[in-house]
């Protein structure tokens, strides 16, 4: 009895000092931040302490201008350090939900993304894409073209897409099934399957609740997820060429979830066990969603997406990067129509907190 009470009193001394830790002050997240210079790999550690432990100083744009510029304007670490400012103004409205109750936004955030796929529209949006290149991790994007591109979804032919312009020339080409004849990098499967394979039981999904977030003025809970290689039947890469290759992958990322309204807001995700001898390696993708009107109803459909792909070829590695700014949706059978306006550059960033 003496021994099962004194495991008691340890584990609870342990527990309130896990609660009781302190939060970070300034000269702790700075000298934190000072450090990823010597080692890259800390930011997980920061971002960790940023969501156990929280803030008792105010983020000020000094604070924010120093977080880009050491952690080399990472988002999830500038993400983490405004959630974290969040919740010290507030600790109430960033809470985390227990178990239970973030158990039962994730299952009506399913049931409605699921009821929402399959009462998707017949549509036309105008697709904006932007396509650069580097050498990979350095960040030191070369702008290669500006295209404008009509999409076209149906229930019955699903997605058919038509080049209009590139580089602010209109171009006569062929509607199809997608738009891999382009040389250069291509992505698809925004508008349905992306979202879609996250949510069927056939992925068989594993979900875990990270952290909270405000993403476009929405109170959302930020969950971890994957699906293994052997599950993600509708997932993998390819790479054209003269023949065309592929790789079946895994995927993990994260899913931001709307929790007043349980609608995704945000995926961020990148491929796993892409095959070792396959030259693309890495590939990674986020797609904002949002409710957007379609003849007087509001479905959910992306509104920005950010590609990239990082290819082995001649000893080096290269990375693609395709920033898609969706346009003008519209009810199907309708033109689009081209504006000055389109031909201009994607901006750098994502959009607002």
Do not use: C
């Not at 000072?34 to 000020?60: H, M, S, W």
């Not at 738009?179 to 996250?198: R, W």
């Not at 592929?246 to 892409?274: C, H, M, N, Q």
Request: proline content about 4%.
């Amino acid at each position: 009895m003496k021994k099962a009470l004194f495991l008691i009193l340890v584990l609870s001394l342990f527990q309130f000092g896990y609660a009781q830790e302190k939060p970070l002050t300034q000269s702790e997240y700075v000298k934190m931040l000072y450090g990823l210079q010597k080692n890259p790999g800390g930011k997980v550690e920061i971002i960790d302490a940023l969501r156990r432990r929280g803030i008792e100083f105010t983020l000020t744009d000094g604070i924010r201008g120093l977080t880009r510029s050491k952690a080399k304007n990472d988002e999830e670490l500038k993400r983490a350090v405004e959630e974290a400012d969040r919740r010290r103004q507030n600790p109430n409205a960033a809470k985390l939900p227990t178990a239970l109750e973030a158990a039962e936004i994730l299952e009506k955030a399913r049931a409605n993304t699921l009821a929402l796929m399959a009462d998707m529209p017949d549509f036309v949006v105008k697709q904006l894409i932007s396509r650069s290149e580097a050498y990979a991790g350095t960040g030191n994007w070369k702008p290669l073209d500006n295209l404008v591109i009509a999409v076209s979804y149906s229930s019955e032919k699903g997605e058919q897409y038509k080049v209009l312009a590139k580089n602010g020339i209109q171009v006569n080409s062929e509607t199809k099934n997608s738009y891999n004849g382009l040389d250069g990098a291509t992505s698809g499967g925004e508008f349905v399957e992306d979202l879609n394979k996250i949510f069927k039981p056939e992925s068989k999904t594993k979900f875990d609740v990270l952290t909270t977030d405000v993403l476009r003025n929405r109170r959302s809970i930020v969950y971890h997820y994957e699906i293994t290689l052997a599950n993600n039947k509708d997932g993998g890469v390819g790479l054209k060429g003269t023949n065309y290759q592929s790789s079946p992958a895994g995927e993990k990322g994260k899913i931001w979830i709307d929790r007043d309204a349980f609608r995704v807001l945000r995926i961020e995700y990148e491929l796993t066990d892409i095959a070792r001898d396959f030259p693309v390696k890495a590939v990674t993708k986020y797609i904002d969603y949002d409710l957007v009107d379609i003849s007087g109803e509001k479905h959910l459909l992306p509104i920005l997406s950010d590609f990239r792909g990082t290819v082995q070829g001649l000893g080096k590695l290269f990375e693609s990067r395709n920033v898609i700014r969706f346009r003008s949706y519209q009810k199907y059978g309708t033109d689009v129509i081209i504006v000055e306006e389109d031909s201009g550059p994607a901006p750098e960033e994502k959009p607002k907190q």
